[in-house]
């Protein structure tokens, strides 16, 4: 083993310890706040403050904001009522959420890439970035199953 490759190895090793001694896992801090995914939020229900309107600020309020891409702003305190029992401007069939129905949702449709085939039109969304993770989906899905509520 050269010196490098042995100093990468220890300070690999001195991470991992760390992480183990000290309960610390990768994304998670040691301030009381913590990622919240589908696992955690299953037993407790979605918050749309806490769950769903973060996913919107890291990865939509950039196009989506002020009038918005497709007049739908996604901004905190303007999301919930662009979304929820609001049309869709692409698909004449759906609303972009409705509430306790994620099958007849369209804003599902836009993140899973099938707005196609619910007769809207347009790109997958986040536009030009990677898809959204299947556990931020999966939460978005477990918020309007659950009626969508404005909590």
Excluded at 13 to 23: E, M, N, Q, R
Excluded at 122 to 140: D, E, R
């Amino acid at each position: 083993m050269t010196k490098q490759t042995s100093g990468v190895f220890l300070a690999t090793i001195a991470v991992a310890l760390g992480i183990f001694v000290l309960g610390i896992a990768p994304g998670c801090s040691s301030g009381g706040s913590s990622n919240t995914t589908a696992a955690t939020t299953a037993a407790s229900g979605v918050s749309f403050s806490k769950n769903i309107q973060p996913i919107f600020n890291s990865n939509c309020v950039v196009c989506h904001q002020g009038a918005g891409q497709a007049g739908l702003t996604l901004e905190p305190n303007l999301s919930y009522s662009k979304l929820v029992g609001v049309p869709s401007t692409q698909s004449a069939t759906e609303q972009r959420v409705k509430a306790g129905a994620p099958d007849q949702s369209y804003l599902l449709a836009k993140l899973n890439g099938t707005q196609v085939a619910a007769g809207g039109s347009g790109a997958q969304m986040p536009y030009g970035a990677a898809p959204l993770s299947a556990s931020n989906i999966s939460l978005i899905q477990q918020w309007i199953a659950a009626g969508a509520p404005n909590n």
